[in-house]
């Protein structure tokens, strides 16, 4: 979910402000709350990282002319002015680490605005962290609408702010991450060898299909968003995007929308009509899952069996979405779909999410 669509949603607000309450950056570290709860496989706690978790810099969105709102009733998460209650949360839910991330508002933004949003936005990520560097990871923002801009940001946000990877949306002011004025990105992304979060963009796929997604059920959202990285994906796979950059890490948003419920569909294209695969692939279109990491939110034991089937266990990592209320029990899922052995269970809880962050664990 989109802050964004978030404040629409939840009060009746016209789409354009967003806001998750996450004043993390002035609080003292936080005390451990009272129960914290310790995620054990087999007798060997592990230590659980999600990889989705959202939150917001509102000296950064005062530069776009964007303020935090107040938080709805509804999302007493969102209430949340101070990391204690992120963290209660955290212990609550079992989750070690949060990796946080920015949805990009800033793509339409002009040069100047884009260097100083971003160097704020990164600073106070890196002393969120750094307030409770057990507790919290971060992802750099980049403006990607300037792709040489967004890749210097990228190195200063990982070497100057000790930031693990870049968070980026699922297209750029329409445009796909496939086309070529991206790649000075993706060559930073392989040569810094860092995680690379995409998460859709609101405006990405559904806003061509803004009236059919129109009604009940906030298809938007519910269609869009997995739409949008259905389509961001498939582009980095059939363009050769990723054959140009094998080392890129790139980790996928709400379970990788729905490429890997319909993979095989991507392979039979080029068998069923081989002029219409364009660019030549150096393997199947289905194999480019098995280097893709995706998050778990997927909410049924089935669904993540399936996305283990098409992905591999090795390529799956904790996401909660967190603040906004989808789930509470990443861990459960995770320890309660069956079939899966307890390396397996290890890895998808947060050992792979570690390696790929730089969490020791
Ligand atoms: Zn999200």
């Avoid at 007493?76 to 992120?86: F, I, K, M, T």
Wanted: with cysteine; proline share 6%; aromatic share 8%.
């Amino acid at each position: 979910m989109t802050r964004r669509e978030f404040l629409g949603d939840a009060a009746g607000t016209v789409a354009g402000i967003a806001f998750v309450g996450c004043d993390l950056v002035s609080a003292a570290p936080a005390q451990a709350q009272a129960r914290r709860r310790e995620v054990v496989v087999n007798g060997r706690r592990v230590k659980t990282v999600d990889v989705h978790a959202h939150c917001a810099v509102p000296e950064a969105m005062a530069l776009m002319g964007m303020k935090v709102a107040g938080p709805p009733q509804q999302f007493p998460l969102l209430l949340v002015s101070q990391p204690a209650e992120r963290i209660r949360a955290m212990d609550e839910q079992g989750i070690d680490v949060e990796a946080l991330s920015i949805n990009a508002y800033w793509y339409t933004a002009d040069r100047d605005v884009a260097t100083q949003l971003i160097k704020i936005q990164n600073e106070k990520l890196a002393e969120a962290c750094a307030a409770n560097p057990d507790r919290f990871v971060a992802f750099a923002s980049v403006a990607l609408q300037f792709p040489d801009l967004a890749a210097q940001q990228f190195e200063d946000g990982v070497k100057k702010y000790g930031l693990r990877g870049a968070a980026i949306g699922g297209s750029v002011n329409g445009e796909d991450l496939s086309d070529p004025k991206f790649h000075p990105f993706w060559s930073k992304a392989e040569q810094l060898g860092v995680l690379v979060f995409i998460h859709p963009q609101a405006a990405g796929a559904a806003a061509n299909l803004k009236d059919r997604l129109k009604g009940s059920g906030g298809l938007d959202n519910t269609i869009g968003n997995p739409l949008e990285t259905t389509i961001a994906l498939s582009h980095l796979i059939f363009e050769g995007t990723l054959d140009q950059f094998p080392g890129v890490k790139i980790c996928a948003a709400h379970g990788g929308g729905y490429l890997p419920s319909y993979a095989a569909r991507s392979d039979a294209i080029c068998t069923t009509f081989p002029n219409r695969c364009t660019t030549p692939l150096k393997k199947k279109p289905t194999e480019y899952l098995r280097q893709l990491y995706f998050d778990s939110i997927v909410f049924t034991p089935e669904a993540l069996r399936h996305l283990v089937a098409e992905t591999g266990s090795s390529q799956i990592v904790i996401g909660t979405d967190y603040p906004f209320p989808w789930t509470k029990t990443a861990v459960d899922h995770i320890l309660g779909t069956p079939g899966l052995s307890d390396a397996e269970r290890v890895a998808m809880l947060g050992e792979t999410a570690a390696k790929l962050l730089g969490i020791k664990v």
